[in-house]
Nanobody
Framework: QVQLVESGGGLVQAGGSLRLSCTASERTFSNYAVGWFRQAPGKEREFVAAVAWTGFTTNYAGSAKGRFTISRDNAQNTVFLQMNTLKPEDAAVYYC?????????????????WGQGTQVTVSS
């Protein structure tokens, strides 16, 4: 059972940046595809970005392209989501999810493991 812990959320002004981290308990986290999703109040959980287990392939939602970057540091068992030029509509609880030997899935049901989420608040 893989345990995922998100961190790095907080309050930021519009136009600012945050870097979220997803750290796994699994030493072979490098074998997992990892996705980031977010859920705002009253809305469905939506895909943000994903990185394949190889680390060479990434996928982004349209709202994230050009502003967010997903990356991984296998030595730290961590996947990052660098978020720049944040907008009020980016405010949500951000979740990371993982799937063994996966590519870059963008649907919630594709992932097997989920973290508890970290809150991102963007003030206008």
């Amino acid at each position: 059972q893989v345990q995922l812990v998100e961190s790095g959320g907080g309050l930021v002004q519009a136009g600012g940046s945050l870097r979220l981290s997803c750290t796994a308990s699994e030493r072979t986290f490098s074998n997992y595809a990892v996705g980031w999703f977010r859920q705002a109040p009253g809305k469905e959980r939506e895909f943000v970005a994903a990185v394949a287990w190889t680390g060479f392939t990434t996928n982004y939602a349209g709202s994230a392209k050009g502003r967010f970057t997903i990356s991984r540091d296998n030595a730290q068992n961590t996947v990052f989501l660098q978020m720049n030029t944040l907008k009020p509509e980016d405010a949500a609880v951000y979740y990371c999810a993982a799937k063994l030997y996966g590519l870059v899935g963008s649907t919630r049901s594709w992932y097997d493991y989920w973290g508890q989420g970290t809150q991102v608040t963007v003030s206008s």
